[in-house]
């Protein structure tokens, strides 16, 4: 069976890994950290200021696990935000109404905040060589058809050995996505490449009970594989492409950053001196430049200047 649709089985068939598993219990991410919360929640009082402060502030999770990201966000706004925001979670195994609305389907015509955090890698993509489909076994099993070559003509340069990961239905996906913002900012942030280096290795992995494995198509791992950023960006409703940062970098700007405790503090308040180190160990986690701190951030605006949103624009 091609790689793409033995992929979209394995994960989101009737016995699909994330219809079932809790992400959270699998692979650690930064959506689970406080900190991270912090700063997105940071990030959407500054689109709220862009966007004037509108009644109805959205702010969308698609592909939101367990909801993890959207409840610590929520405890991070301030009050005021807090109390216009309508929270929603788009994700295959929807929970139910806690304060959170969940759906399966991405509503549309929003004015807010739409986050997707590790969602690109999970969306089924196609691997290719030589101008074949490769099946789970990574064995050719029909010609390319035109539309994907146009896309690894443009976005992946290849010989003819090399594996491809096609990243058009990620493209899609991100377009779609985006596009149900009417205005405010779209923001991805994934594992992922650049044209000028993409990776000479496949990149898709499995993973299970916190360990990279082999890939199972039986539903008994996840199933990723890294995002080309740069062609999602292209794809997305930003004219201009939106502002593409790691991780490290746009934390730094909405202001997490890793710094030790004083040591004077062991003595006058141990406790709160230990409480400081261990924040502080957990930001540099988010932070680490081999780690999640090389992730990208692609940023992208709707029906609104970026320069209008400081926080993670270049010249702020
Ligand atoms: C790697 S997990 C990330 C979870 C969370 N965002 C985080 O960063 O920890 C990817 C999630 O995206 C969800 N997902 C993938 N495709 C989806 C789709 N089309 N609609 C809704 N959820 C989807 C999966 O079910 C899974 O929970």
């Known amino acids: 069976m091609r790689w793409r649709d033995a992929m979209r089985t394995a994960l989101y068939g009737p016995d699909g890994f ?33 966007l004037g402060h509108p ?13 993890e990201l959207l409840y610590g966000v929520l405890a991070a706004l301030p009050p005021p935000l807090r109390r216009r925001v309508r929270p929603v979670a788009v994700e295959v195994s929807a929970r139910g109404d806690d304060g959170v609305t969940w759906r399966t389907e991405l509503p549309r015509g929003l004015t ?7 969602w690109l890698d999970n969306v089924p993509l196609d691997l290719t060589r ?52 009417d205005a405010g900012l779209a923001l991805a942030v994934d594992y992922g490449h650049l044209r000028d280096r993409r990776p000479a290795l496949p990149t898709a992995t499995g993973f299970r009970d916190g360990r990279e494995v082999p890939p199972a ?15 999602i960006a292209a794809a997305g409703p930003d004219q201009a492409g939106g502002r593409l940062l790691d991780q490290r970098t746009a934390l730094h700007r909405l202001g997490v950053t890793a710094g030790r405790p004083p040591l004077a503090l062991a003595s006058t308040d141990p406790l709160g001196y230990v409480r400081a180190l261990a924040e502080a160990s957990e930001i540099a986690e988010l932070t680490a430049a081999g780690g999640l701190g090389a992730h990208w951030w692609l940023a992208q605006w709707s029906g609104l200047d970026h320069r209008e949103v400081p926080l993670l624009h270049p010249h702020t």
Do not use: N
């Not at 807010?112 to 590790?118: I, N, P």
């Not at 003819?160 to 058009?168: K, L, Q, T």
């Open 18 to 50: 994330f219809v079932r598993e809790r992400p959270a219990d699998h692979f650690r991410t930064s959506a689970q950290s406080p900190h991270f919360a912090r700063a997105i929640a940071a990030l959407a009082a500054d689109v709220d200021r862009a």
């Open 55 to 67: 009644s109805v502030f959205d702010l969308v999770d698609v592909g939101a696990g367990r909801g």
């Open 112 to 118: 807010g905040l739409l986050l997707a955090t590790e």
């Open 130 to 181: 030589d101008g074949s489909y490769l099946d789970t076994e990574l064995m050719p099993c029909g010609p390319v058809d035109a539309a994907d070559a146009a896309w690894i003509e443009r976005w992946w340069p290849a010989g003819p050995a090399d594996i491809v990961e096609v990243g058009r239905s990620r493209d899609e996906a991100w377009a779609d996505a985006a596009g149900a913002l």
């Open 217 to 231: 198509f039986d539903g008994s791992t996840d199933i990723t594989c890294h995002v080309a950023m740069d062609s």
